[in-house]
Structure formats: structure tokens, C-alpha cells
């Protein structure tokens, strides 16, 4: 299995609470990205990164901050939760060192509800 | 709207039979990928095309590449229940980029 780690695996919380997802890869894989995904839809990119204090935007507009101190941890911060970011989170690596023939290796994810 | 687009959305065959699912995209791409996903979890990468190539095979996987028509398809032969899932394909972008995901195909497999 991948090993790229997202913790919480679930998570219930209250609008207006501060959360932070985490994303831990033990690859060395220098590109990590998130990935928002609705049940049964498309992945929007809503951040990534080429290595360390390298953090970009995505295609999809997210309230959602990340950075990347490490290599290996890339999280994600919420300042403030809404409904609307109920959603579930996925985290993503690659690597572009070696021929790149193996793909994005993707963690389980976080489901997210803001109640 | 996103790079891929899949068709079917959804697919529902009986085991031991061929399925096959295809992709559009829009722009230029250096190669386009396909993952599995199973209900809940995160994605799985299956195979990658390179945007020279025109066939590629994986096990029960068979990946066609039309970069004329801009399009894609992913065939899994002999279908077990354990395929049930959904299937996304993903391209690249003509510089390399980051990977644009379609909508994605779902497939059921039943026993």
C-alpha cells in the first residue's frame, strides 16, 4: 500500500473551529497536492507543491491554507470551518527525479463534516 | 471544466465480461494516467500512457491512446467483483503540470 499518510480519517466539527489535516509521505517525494473531492465527483486541486516552501494555488478556489516546511509533510489548514467545506480531502504525491511512470501516490483521505 | 471527461458515467456488467471505459480530454498532454477508486478511500494509479504511445497493457488492463482525437479508452478483461469501483483517467497538461482529473466512470462488476 501507499505510503502517504492522512490523518484524521474522519472528522466531525463545529463551524467556526480551526482544524488542520495532515499529510505525511515517507517517499521523498518532492511534489505533494491536495485534492477536494464531493461523493461521487470529479478532484478539484485546490493547493500543491514543488518542495520545501514551495506551496501554489490550485484550480478550484479554497479558504484553505497549506505549507511545507518538510519534505515529507505538506498539511492543510481550515482558519475558520463552514458547511460548505464538508468534503472529503485527499492528499497526493510524485515524484519528478526519476522517469515518470509511476503516477500520483494517493493517501486514504480525510472526510470532512462541519455541522 | 476539467481536462477529462468519461464516458460512460456509470457501467454495470456481469463478472467474467470486458469493460471498457473512455476518456476525452482538451488540451496537449506529455501523458495520461488512469486510477481505481474504491467507495471512500483515496485513488490508486493503474498505468500511465505516454502521449508516443498508442497501446499500453497491464495484467487485465489495456490502455488505448488517440492523441488525434484526443481521447483514451481503459479495458478490463475478464471483470471480477473486486473491480467494482470507480475509474478516473487524469492528463498531465501539455507542460508537464499538475494532473486534471475527469468526473470518472463507475463501474460494477456483479457476481
Known amino acids: 500500500e501507499a505510503d502517504i499518510y492522512q490523518t484524521p480519517r474522519y472528522l466531525v466539527i463545529g463551524t467556526g473551529k480551526k482544524i488542520t489535516l495532515e499529510c505525511s509521505q515517507t517517499m521523498g517525494h518532492d511534489k505533494m497536492y491536495w485534492y477536494q473531492q464531493d461523493p461521487g465527483m470529479e478532484l478539484h486541486l485546490i493547493h500543491y507543491s514543488y518542495g520545501v516552501n514551495s506551496t501554489e494555488k490550485g484550480d478550484l478556489s479554497s479558504e484553505s491554507t497549506v505549507s511545507r516546511i518538510r519534505t515529507e509533510h505538506f498539511p492543510l489548514t481550515l482558519e475558520s470551518a463552514r458547511p460548505s467545506h464538508t468534503s472529503q480531502y485527499l492528499c497526493?504525491?510524485?515524484?519528478?527525479?526519476?522517469?515518470?511512470?509511476?503516477?500520483?501516490?494517493f493517501g486514504s483521505g480525510t472526510r470532512l463534516t462541519v455541522v | 471544466s476539467q481536462q477529462g471527461e468519461e464516458d460512460p458515467q456509470a457501467l454495470s456488467i456481469q463478472e467474467g465480461e470486458n469493460a471498457t471505459m473512455n476518456c476525452s480530454y482538451k488540451t496537449s498532454i506529455n501523458n495520461l494516467q488512469w486510477y481505481r477508486q474504491n467507495s471512500g478511500r483515496g485513488l490508486v494509479h493503474l498505468i500511465l500512457?505516454?502521449?508516443?504511445?498508442r497501446e499500453k497493457h497491464s495484467g487485465r488492463l489495456r490502455v488505448t491512446l488517440d492523441t488525434s482525437k484526443k481521447s483514451s479508452s481503459l479495458l478490463i478483461t475478464a471483470s471480477r467483483a473486486a473491480d467494482t469501483a470507480s475509474y478516473f483517467c487524469a492528463t498531465d497538461g501539455e507542460y508537464g503540470n499538475k494532473l486534471v482529473f475527469g468526473a470518472g466512470t463507475i463501474l460494477r462488476v456483479k457476481s
Open positions: 497526493a504525491s510524485s515524484e519528478t527525479r526519476r522517469p515518470n511512470n509511476y503516477g500520483y501516490t
Open positions: 500512457i505516454r502521449s508516443n504511445e
